[in-house]
Antibody, heavy 118, light 107 residues
Framework: QVQVVESGGGLVKPGRSLRLSCAAS????????MTWIRQAPGKGLEWISSISGKSTYTKYADSVKGRFTISRDNAKKSMFLQMNSLRAEDTAVYYC???????????WGQGTLVTVSS | DIQMTQSPSSLSASVGDRVTITCQASQDITIYLNWYQQKPGKAPKLLIY???NLEAGVPSRFGGSGSGTDFTFTISSLQPEDIATYYCQQYDDLPYTFGQGTKLELK
């Protein structure tokens, strides 16, 4: 069955970096766009980045542009989010999700918590 | 950015009630709207896509309608397991944006 699992979250100081991973299984990974969504504690959902199946297309929210980089390794069925220059406002649960069609987020991981604090 | 305004922000209803949530887009998004359910401590789950299509495996008591700027999400007969927060999401244009959520509670 389709599954996506995030990892790599943790406590990090402001200005430092962190790399999140998303491992996929149960589907032909390279056929699908993938995306990262985050949710600050007690808040709503925020789309932050998407990547096409062959990595030719990447998009970012303004809030992370220039600091975060999305990538994927289709051979390893994995997607990544390199987060640099982290700020307190980046504190959130980060979800990866499979994208069906344009932007129908049909399978989500359980999320990984990133806490940015000194 | 396209703003998505959900109402109400919270709702209290009884088992068996018909529940309606609305989502208004700041510009025409045709039918590019999805609805998600999120239970506490869990990931969101897709319920409705393209404004009115029920995702496979989702109970038929859930439904959606609308186009353009005004959309409605309905639970025809509320069940205890439906207690959650519900979000709309537009994908007519980047950045994809979500409504602020509607927290549904049992009366």
């Amino acid at each position: 069955q389709v599954q996506v699992v995030e990892s790599g979250g943790g406590l990090v100081k402001p200005g430092r970096s962190l790399r999140l991973s998303c491992a996929a299984s149960g589907f032909t990974f390279s056929d699908y766009y993938m995306t990262w969504i985050r949710q600050a504690p007690g808040k709503g959902l925020e789309w932050i980045s998407s990547i096409s199946g062959k990595s030719t297309y990447t998009k970012y929210a303004d809030s992370v542009k220039g600091r975060f980089t999305i990538s994927r390794d289709n051979a390893k069925k994995s997607m990544f989010l390199q987060m640099n220059s982290l700020r307190a406002e980046d504190t959130a649960v980060y979800y990866c999700a499979r994208v069906r069609g344009l932007a129908i987020l049909d399978y989500w991981g359980q999320g990984t918590l990133v806490t940015v604090s000194s | 950015d396209i703003q998505m305004t959900q109402s109400p922000s919270s709702l209290s209803a009884s088992v068996g009630d018909r529940v309606t949530i609305t989502c208004q887009a700041s510009q025409d998004i045709t039918i590019y709207l999805n609805w998600y359910q999120q239970k506490p401590g869990k990931a969101p789950k897709l319920l409705i896509y393209d404004a009115s299509n029920l995702e496979a495996g989702v109970p038929s008591r859930f439904g959606g309608s609308g186009s353009g700027t005004d959309f409605t999400f309905t639970i025809s007969s509320l069940q205890p397991e439906d207690i959650a927060t519900y979000y709309c999401q537009q994908y007519d244009d980047l950045p994809y944006t979500f409504g602020q959520g509607t927290k549904l509670e049992l009366k």
